[in-house]
């Protein structure tokens, strides 16, 4: 075909070959302007939705990748020792108590000496025993604070708190963190030649203990840091943070624990809605023997349906002492029911004491509690004063009655155990009913520090408010906090 528009003018320079195959029909519309880097092959399929904005990928990429929130925290105990395990990771919606710290200062709420926290349990009057770890950070920022650590668990910033926590499992802001590389090859044979059954087993040997533990609301369960073969438990409460008529009684004592609750004598119940208090007790294998540093102690039980209901005089069953206590100071006898078969209040008293024996009872007061068979524990202590750093540092006391009237609104009773304990001890205190026929059991009177403890004559409120009384004679027995009683001759 020819060429629909031909040259105005000849080729200069015609070619020497001629085109073996020319084309059929000249180009309609020849581009304008070639493409400058021209594909080698053409587009397969192009895409249906193409980018509109294409992203530029970044110079620096991310150094540490993003952490998925963790599944897991450390729950810790809340009392050295009071646990089966110091520690233990634990889901994160599982169901554990709350305890809050907080590293400023917040009105009421108490600080070891040790420690650079302060801490509590009874957060807004309450005491929370089951909360997934979200609940419980939220708990504790809801008051300005926040979750405790494990170190401040377990370094025992918390304890006491209340709430009876020292027993229990507490979140702590701990997360459980993974390997971040697992080790190539398993591991051949395991750390331990056999596995150990608790991070703090309880252990054998000791002839008693003491302790001191707060307790509200509810019936507290203690765990013994030893096994007994048959002890006994003697108990006061050494606060004053409800002026309510309210003592102390301990049920369920085994080999390795006991339960511990507040019965308010008002109308003879026992509600279980007083404030927290502090409570000091004493734990003693049944028997005589002589504690480190001299001290003399006999403890028992004793099962009986006596009791003292006002206004009757005072009298009980008789005690006689395997040996008699030796020189002129009375012993310190101490007393405490340690069952609950009445489920009302009751007491217990001595009275009737000298170096030979005494009378134990049953003691309601004027509440008109029925009296069914009960079991009353008793220790009896010798008394003097022991300041050491090896062992456990001790007071027991005895004061006859000095005249004074030291019921409730009336001038209280102060013991003073000055240079003798660094800390808190845990103090039992006991009255010998010996003055007209109105019952009454000692309870702490509002001072307890590491230097005195106030007590009054405490009675009932249930037939009238008010609260006075004779004087009686005291007897008191302390120990360094937490301390462990070991026999100066094994019995």
Not at 450 to 459: F, K, S
Request: with cysteine; proline share 7%.
């Amino acid at each position: 075909s020819p060429t629909v528009s031909p040259s105005y003018a000849p080729t200069g320079s015609p070619t020497t070959s001629p085109t073996v195959s020319p084309s059929y029909a000249p180009t309609g519309s020849p581009t304008t302007s070639p493409t400058v880097s021209p594909s080698y092959a053409p587009t397969g399929s192009p895409i249906v939705s193409p980018t509109k904005a294409p992203t530029i990928p970044t110079d620096t990429p991310t150094v540490v990748p993003t952490v998925p929130a963790p599944d897991a925290y450390y729950t810790a105990c809340g009392a050295s020792g009071r646990c089966q395990l110091a520690k233990e990771a634990q889901q994160k919606d599982t169901l554990h108590e709350v305890r809050c710290c907080s590293d400023t200062q917040i009105t009421n709420w108490p600080k070891k000496n040790n420690c650079d926290v302060w801490a509590e349990s009874d957060i807004g009057e309450t005491c929370y025993h089951g909360e997934m770890h979200s609940g419980a950070a939220a708990i504790c920022e809801g008051v300005g604070a926040r979750l405790c650590t494990v170190q401040e668990l377990l370094g025992d910033c918390t304890r006491g708190s209340g709430c009876g926590h020292d027993v229990d499992m507490i979140w702590s802001s701990d997360p459980v963190v993974p390997t971040a590389a697992p080790t190539s090859y398993p591991t051949m044979e395991p750390s331990t030649a056999r596995p150990t059954a608790t991070m703090q087993p309880t252990q054998k040997g000791a002839s008693g203990e003491t302790g001191r533990v707060g307790v509200s609301h509810g019936i507290m369960t203690v765990q013994t840091r030893y096994i007994y073969q048959d002890p006994v438990v003697v108990a006061f409460v050494n606060s004053r943070n409800e002026d309510d008529s309210v003592d102390v009684r301990v049920m369920d004592v085994t080999s390795r624990s006991f339960k511990v609750f507040l019965e308010e004598a008002n109308g003879g119940e026992t509600p279980f809605n007083h404030a927290e208090e502090q409570v000091s007790y004493i734990v003693m294998e049944k028997g005589r023997q002589e504690l480190e540093g001299g001290l003399i102690v006999e403890a028992g039980s004793h099962t009986t349906t006596s009791v003292h209901n006002w206004p009757q005089q005072f009298s009980g069953d008789s005690i006689t002492f395997t040996e008699p206590f030796t020189g002129i100071a009375m012993p310190a006898v101490l007393t405490t029911l340690n069952t609950n078969n009445n489920g009302e209040f009751m007491s217990s008293l001595a009275t009737q004491v000298n170096l030979n024996s005494f009378q134990i009872s049953q003691e309601a007061l004027e509440t008109k509690s029925r009296a069914l068979v009960e079991t009353i524990g008793w220790m009896a202590f010798s008394t003097g004063i022991r300041t050491t750093t090896s062992g456990p540092s001790y007071i027991s006391g005895y004061t006859a009655s000095d005249g004074t009237a030291n019921g409730v609104t009336q001038t209280t009773f102060s013991i003073d155990f000055r240079y003798v304990f660094f800390d808190l001890p845990d103090l039992v205190v006991g009255l010998y009913e010996t003055a007209g026929n109105e019952g009454a059991y000692a309870r702490g009177a509002g001072i307890f520090t590491n230097t005195q403890q106030t007590i009054y004559a405490e009675e009932d409120q249930t037939t009238d408010r008010e609260r006075n009384h004779a004087s009686l004679p005291v007897a008191w027995v302390g120990f360094r906090h937490d301390s462990d009683l070991f026999a100066a001759v094994a019995p």
